[in-house]
């Protein structure tokens, strides 16, 4: 029995569980969303909102091609996103309506403060109209009565909102002061009686000068001046007075002016005028269009002050494609081609020349800065005193191995005047100066570019090291993985490890920099019979011999043979170190 009336329970409880899931699926009340506070209203279609602050001017704002405008009390760009901030939440306020008994015999809008609003607001979408008086809040603070033009009744809505309305058309104004400074592709600066002009090419993006010369122009210069200009804020609205007088503030005529321009519109001008007597670090300026004047930090507009050539590129040459034939002519010509990736050679030579030395030779001229714009050139005279009609030195860069048709840029050196270089580009109407230290850096052979790795064996293939250095020897041999031993006769004691990493970086030996080739004159490096020598003996009987010269700081010349030359470079820093501290004879005890 207590078996049956168990499995009764169950099934019992199971039929009442379906029963309550069945009702609550298909039979309970649908209960209806709260209505929006505006119905039918979205916030993307609106296209004009008034408000009416309560003992305030007029706000208005109007959206045309997706741009908010104010329009009163005074015609000046808006702030979008506050404008719809507040349109989206207008658009999402679900409030609950007053009952009618809770209206009975209440005067609403002296009670609720409908007839001295807050605020009074009409949203506009095309033909499409709302209209919202808001009261009084309610008595804890956190709601506040809301009445909507053409329905009845009373509406109590959240009061958080509030906090978004404008109290004056300021709170409503763009700070900026221009727009998208970023995005033109022409200048026009006015200083004082002077007018520069300059313009991007649609191409490779690169600024040029178009008044009141034709040149190249400070692309980073203007880069960072844009940038600074887009991030310039209003300080003050100063006075929306149509009839101010602007001269008193500097501004008729404008000391300083940038127009900013796209195609063949401009889409933004400032104009700067007198410092503020209330903070010297800001002046007054006014937008183009706009009767306001405004103060903003000078700094702002600093960077667009100055002469025309403040507003060149700097840079004697601008590298824009990868460069492939490096011609360079006058005393000691030689020529730079490129054979493959990362692979150049000197043209003529048999060694293969070494891709970092090629690469840094182009930032070196990619890094030359003009010390000054010498003179701009009329006719073929003007180039007579500066050097410049028969050139020292003349370095041309091909895009294409022999390719006359693919030139970047051809730089002509001209004399040498105190301190500096005079220089020209061909295709260019000017002649420049660059620092004569700077000029002195670049190379005057193309035996300079040869290949800085002098061999390439393993220390495990190494025999011995022969060691000779003031008349005396030294031998090393090697019987095994960091294991050293010496010679009959050879006097000191070894360190094996440090041996082994001394003869592994000589294998491997990289020179800091090449200074001389066939070398007659060994003493002019330093280079004595009596100086350390080291020899490395492999077990197929190659050798490989370095002679030491003069010391530097930290480090020495050496030289050693190539192709039957003798070649003297920069020992590198560090494998010396190891060579002076474990590849040396001791002196006698």
Known sequence: MKSKSTVLWFVLAVALAAC????????????????????????????????????????????????????????YPAQAAAIDALLGTLEKISPQRLTAGE??????????????????????????????????????????????????????????????LPRTANDWRD?????????????????????????RDATNHLWRLLRPLAARADGPRLA????????????????????ADLSSYGLQPAELAVWLGRGTNFFA????????????????????????????AKDALTPWRGAVNDFRDPHLLDLTAPVAQIEVRGETPFTLQQRGPNDWAVVGEKFSADAENVAAFLNLLAGFRVTEFVKDLNTAADLQGFGLTAPAR????????????????????????????????????????????????????????????????????????????????RQLLRTGTNAWTLATGSPGTINSP?????????????????????????????????NLQI?????????????????????????????GERWAFVFPVAPFQLVATYLTIPPNP
């Open 498 to 530: 440090a041996i082994e990493e001394a003869v592994h970086r000589l294998g491997s030996l990289t020179v800091a920099g090449w200074v001389g080739r066939n070398i007659t004159t060994p003493e002019k490096y330093g280079l004595h019979p009596d």
């Open 224 to 243: 960072a001046a844009l940038q600074q200009l887009r991030a310039a804020r209003v300080v003050q609205f100063v006075t929306d007075d149509a009839k």
């Open 394 to 473: 003349t370095i041309t860069l091909r895009a294409v191995v022999g390719d006359t048709n693919n030139l970047l840029a051809q730089l002509q050196f001209g004399a040498v005047e105190t301190n500096r270089v005079f220089v020209k580009r061909a295709g260019e109407d000017f002649v420049y100066a660059l620092a004569t230290a700077e000029v002195n850096r670049l190379p005057e052979h193309g035996w300079e570019f040869r290949d800085r790795r002098l061999w390439n064996f393993s220390e495990t293939n190494v025999a011995q090291v022969t060691l000779r250095q003031g008349g005396r020897t």
């Open 535 to 563: 020899t490395v003996a492999l077990t197929s009987g190659e050798k490989f011999t370095v002679d030491f010269g003069a010391e530097l700081s930290r480090t020495a010349l050496a030289a050693v043979t190539l192709d």
């Open 103 to 164: 209206l009975h015999g209440r005067n609403s809008d002296a009670e609720f403060g409908f007839a001295n609003p807050q605020f009074s607001l009409t949203v506009a979408a095309g033909d499409q109209q709302w209209q919202l008086r808001i009261g009084n809040k309610t008595a804890p603070g956190d709601q506040v009565f809301v009445r909507v033009v053409g329905l009845d009744g009373v509406f109590v809505a959240d009061a958080s909102w509030l906090a978004l």
């Open 20 to 75: 309550l899931w069945i009702f609550d699926r298909y039979f309970s009340p649908v209960v209806a969303p709260a209505p929006a506070l505006l119905p039918g209203m979205s916030a993307d279609a609106v296209t004009e909102i008034q408000i009416f602050p309560a003992a305030a001017r007029e706000i208005t704002a109007v959206r045309t091609n997706q741009i908010w405008q104010l329009q009163a009390p005074f015609a």
């Open 269 to 296: 001008a400032v104009h700067a005028g007198k410092n503020s007597p209330e903070n010297p670090a800001q002046l007054f300026a006014r937008r183009e269009g706009f009767n306001s004047v405004l103060t903003v």
């Open 175 to 199: 700070t900026a002061l221009v727009d998208a400074a970023g995005d033109c592709d022409w200048i026009v600066i006015t200083n004082g009686t002077k007018v520069i002009e300059l313009r």
